[in-house]
């Protein structure tokens, strides 16, 4: 079985400040990680996904995040956030063979101020 | 449709009644899932459906829990003698198929907020 660990809670910024939401996971197999956001009163939207490959993915809004096997994390960031980021972030996570139901984290509340 | 859709985007009723939420998935998506978000907690894993067929129920938190899907589309979760403990937001989603990797990336409704007196 898989787990995932989302370290913040909640994580305040100002506008225009880098940011960066930690994300580690457990997992006896290989993975396949993924984050989501969920605005206000919506469902959750895909971010990024990493499957295989490039351990450094971009998604949309400018996010990216790295994928660190050795560390067993998926680090989310953007290098300059925007008060339209203000949002809830879920990291998820699995298994590449087997469950095909991701386990997700608790989420991580990014809230940006003026 | 374009999105996955759930019905209704609020519910409020009184403890002891039953409750229907209804989900309607992307046209083609074989694999629907239902989840619980409550207060401040991630997404707890209710049910999944491959077609009509629910292969994992390992997730409904009690008896009172209930889903079918009709069609290989709309799923219908329903929750039987409500508990003030059952009130959160249920999330829809569907995929492609139910398998790991790009086909099984979800796609969630916006859910229902049901709230019990």
């Known amino acids: 079985a898989q787990s995932v660990t989302q370290l913040d809670s909640q994580v305040p910024v100002f506008e225009e400040a880098p940011v960066e939401l930690r994300c580690n996971y457990s997992s006896s197999v290989s993975v396949y990680l993924f984050w989501y956001v969920q605005y206000p009163n919506q469902g959750l939207q895909l971010l990024l996904k990493y499957l295989s490959g490039s351990t450094l993915v971009k998604g949309i809004n400018g996010f990216e995040a790295e994928f660190n096997k050795s560390q067993t994390s998926f680090h989310l960031r953007k290098p300059s956030v925007h008060i339209s980021d203000t949002a809830e972030y879920f990291c998820a996570v699995s298994m590449s063979g087997g469950s095909y139901i991701p386990t997700f984290g608790r989420g991580t509340s990014l809230i940006v101020h003026p | ?117």
């Open chain 2, 1 to 117: 449709g374009a999105g996955v859709s759930q019905s209704p985007s609020n519910k409020v009723t009184e403890k002891g009644k039953d409750v229907e939420l209804r989900c309607d998935p992307i046209s083609g998506h074989t694999a629907l899932y239902w989840y619980r978000q409550s207060l401040g907690q991630g997404l707890e894993f209710l049910i999944y459906f491959q077609g009509n067929s629910a292969p994992d129920k390992s997730g409904l938190p009690s008896d009172r829990f209930s889903a079918e899907r009709t069609g290989g589309s709309v799923s219908t979760l329903t929750i039987q003698r409500t508990q003030q403990e059952d009130s959160a937001v249920y999330l829809c989603a569907s995929s492609l198929a139910p398998v790991s990797g790009t086909k099984n990336i979800q796609y969630f409704g916006a859910g229902t907020r049901l709230s019990v007196l």
